[in-house]
């Protein structure tokens, strides 16, 4: 089993910085993929960005160049940093990871919201 708790969504304008922060404890060890998805309103959940456990990363295309996902196995952390961040990066964000041995977990998520 792994949990996940999620932390550092908010409201921010058009243009602004958020970051992202998912702590991972349980069985961390067997943590392939670590990740981010997100569900707007209305809209199918859809993924953000991915890491593997040797660094790989792959992004959404609507968000390359803008986000980078990030992690840290010694804390057992993922993190998003998502900038120059538009009114269609409202959603709610879930961190999710892969494990080798129980397949997916979810975080709870938490919300992104983009305004002015």
């Known amino acids: 089993q792994v949990q996940l708790v999620e932390s550092g969504g908010g409201l921010v304008q058009p243009g602004g910085s958020l970051r992202l922060s998912c702590a991972a404890s349980?069985?961390?060890?067997?943590?392939?993929?670590m990740g981010w998805y997100r569900q707007a309103p209305g809209l199918q959940r859809e993924m953000v960005a991915l890491?593997?456990?040797?660094?790989?990363?792959n992004y959404a295309d609507s968000v390359k160049g803008r986000f980078t996902i990030s992690r840290d196995t010694a804390k057992n952390t993922v993190e998003l940093q998502m900038n120059s961040l538009q009114f269609d990066d409202t959603a709610v964000y879930f961190c999710?990871?892969?494990?080798?041995?129980?397949?997916?977990?979810w975080g709870q998520g938490t919300q992104v919201s983009v305004s002015s």
């Open positions: 349980g069985s961390i060890f067997s943590i392939s993929v």
């Open positions: 890491i593997t456990s040797g660094g790989t990363t």
């Open positions: 999710k990871v892969r494990t080798f041995t129980s397949g997916d977990y």
